[in-house]
């Protein structure tokens, strides 16, 4: 990290770019400042995902509307200054770039004029990302070795202008315009009036880079019925020229299988970003709702494992705990001495083999009395099995039942949590009765009990109509079907990566 992070007396301000819609076109350098703010002010269409890289004390402060501020930007400046004479170290994130249509300048002039220090960390600006993300290049050798980005703006438009719209009609290849869509007719009749031809392609993008983008296209001559017809609304780039060509070529983005779908995951929110990676890896919206918590039982005191022939474990959750409360006693993995370990998943193989351990049996199935009846001889053998304090009696009673001696200790609980999610319980429940989440994802029993217990005023068959489920294996689907929901899509293994690929071959099928 650069040395000019750290705290200075007088404070100081970092002019952020976020990017335009995707949260991981952020810059390293733009990360590192969220990781190092005491307060953020952001703006209105930022992803607010963005500030979970920030600290738990970071004040978040959301900009003003400039739609219903007129001083939205003297308000700004103040509050940069107010804070950073503070002493705070305070990031000023902005969409896109900062010095592109982004009055970043007018805000490090503010900074300067009160003698405050700040640096620009740049983004990735929309005409770029937006372009790149449906299939149109801003320049390729064939067909644009020149670009201009322009405002599109009413001010743009008028007659004391300082824009030259005479000349910029016919002198670059590619002209991508910034927040032009309320003033497009405008703007198409000005080029096609000074000289740009109407069978020119034209490409608006809305929403780029995000799964809700939309992309119509035309020409100088009828781009403004096309728009008209679906209808599309800001925010939009417009993008003219020749390359808008190379789309149906190139588009990739808008071609992934889960492109659009919005998809709610109830998982514990620990646990659910390489679920959500993955999903939105294949261009999907996920919404995090988590609907339990890992929470662990205070007070246990976990008896050494070389005192067992075996030790179970069936969750990540389990080992991460253990082996806490393990270093909390002052040891480590050397506890386990001569004892055999069971690992019932790939998860939690990866989990031991973390810690630097390699478990001696990994079962076929997960299933509680699949796993008893795959052991070895386990007659008189003394077995330890941490896990969660809801677990299913059936892996222990199995193992009874084949004389083994089993501690059954209660680690950790899975609790019900009331909302914490990115939407709130009443706008996701809205978005469920009207058909606006496609999917919903459930990882555990617990998930599907706890969800509809958020929802019950709603029966399922109500509640989710228009909605398709998914389950990571047999157990959590028997459970949903319980309650009376139908099953659309259902993992081959009890991982999220073959509940991920379930969904996906289901989306691709269609």
């Keep these: 990290m650069n040395a000019s992070l750290n705290k200075l007396p007088t404070g100081i301000v970092y002019i952020v770019g976020a990017g335009p819609g995707d949260r991981k076109l952020i810059t390293l350098k ?14 209105l269409l930022l992803n607010d995902a963005l500030l979970e890289h920030c600290p738990p004390h970071t004040e978040r402060i959301k ?11 003297a308000e700004l400046n103040h509050l940069l200054v107010e804070h950073a004479k503070a002493g705070k170290v305070v990031v000023r994130l902005k969409g896109g770039d900062p010095y592109i249509f982004g009055r970043g300048g007018e805000e490090a002039m503010a900074l300067t004029e009160a003698g405050i220090p700040f640096e620009v960390v740049p983004g990735i600006t929309s005409a770029i990302a937006a372009s790149a993300y449906a299939g149109i ?23 004391d202008s300082n824009i030259n719209w005479e000349q910029l009609a016919t002198a670059v290849d590619t002209l991508v315009v910034y927040m032009g869509v309320a003033h497009l007719r405008q703007i198409v009749e000005r080029l096609i009036t000074h000289g740009r031809h109407p069978a020119t392609p034209v490409s608006l993008v809305r929403v780029g880079t995000t799964p809700q983008q939309q992309v119509v296209q035309g020409t100088l001559a009828d781009i403004v019925s096309k728009v008209a017809a679906v ?5 939009a780039v417009i993008v003219v020229g020749e390359v808008n060509r190379l789309r149906q070529q190139l588009r990739w983005f808008d071609t992934k ?20 990676d993955l999903l939105e890896a294949n261009g999907a919206e996920v919404i995090q709702f988590p609907t339990i918590k890992i929470q662990p039982i205070e007070g246990v005191d976990v008896p050494s494992p070389s005192k067992y022939d075996w030790v179970i474990f069936t969750s990540v959750n389990a080992i991460q705990i253990f082996h806490e409360r393990l270093r909390e006693n002052g040891r480590d993995v050397r506890a386990f001495g001569g004892t055999k370990i069971c690992a019932v998943g790939p998860k939690t193989v990866e989990a031991l083999n973390a810690i630097g351990i390699q478990p001696d049996f990994v079962p076929a199935r997960a299933r509680g009395s699949a796993i008893a009846a795959e052991m070895e001889n386990v007659s008189g053998k003394k077995i330890l099995l941490p896990r969660a304090k809801i677990a299913m009696s059936d892996l222990p009673d199995g193992l009874r039942e084949r004389g083994a001696h089993v501690d059954d200790i209660p680690l950790y609980d899975t609790l019900k949590v009331a909302s914490d999610g990115d939407k709130g319980r009443d ?26 217990e958020m929802f019950r005023g709603h029966t399922p068959e109500t509640l989710l109509a228009d909605v398709q489920i998914a389950a990571i294996g047999p157990e959590t689907q028997k459970t949903a079907i319980k309650h009376g929901m139908q099953v659309d899509m259902v993992a081959k293994k009890a991982t999220i990566e073959s509940l991920a690929e379930a969904i996906i071959a289901a989306y691709h099928s269609l």
Excluded: M, W
């Design 30 to 43: 733009g990360v590192e400042c969220l990781q190092r703010a005491d307060v953020v002010i952001y703006d």
């Design 63 to 73: 900009a003003p509307d400039p739609r219903v501020r007129a001083t939205r930007q």
């Design 137 to 159: 290049p801003v320049t390729h050798r064939d067909y644009a070795s020149s670009v201009a980005f322009v405002t599109g703006h009413s001010a743009a438009l008028r007659s």
């Design 231 to 235: 209808p599309l609304k800001s925010p």
């Design 257 to 276: 299988p889960l492109f659009g779908k919005r998809i709610l995951v109830t998982r514990a929110r620990a646990q659910a970003s390489q679920f959500a």
């Design 427 to 452: 706008e996701i429940e809205t978005d469920l009765l009207n058909g606006r989440i496609d999917l919903v994802t459930f990882t555990s029993s617990s998930t599907v009990n706890n969800f509809l």
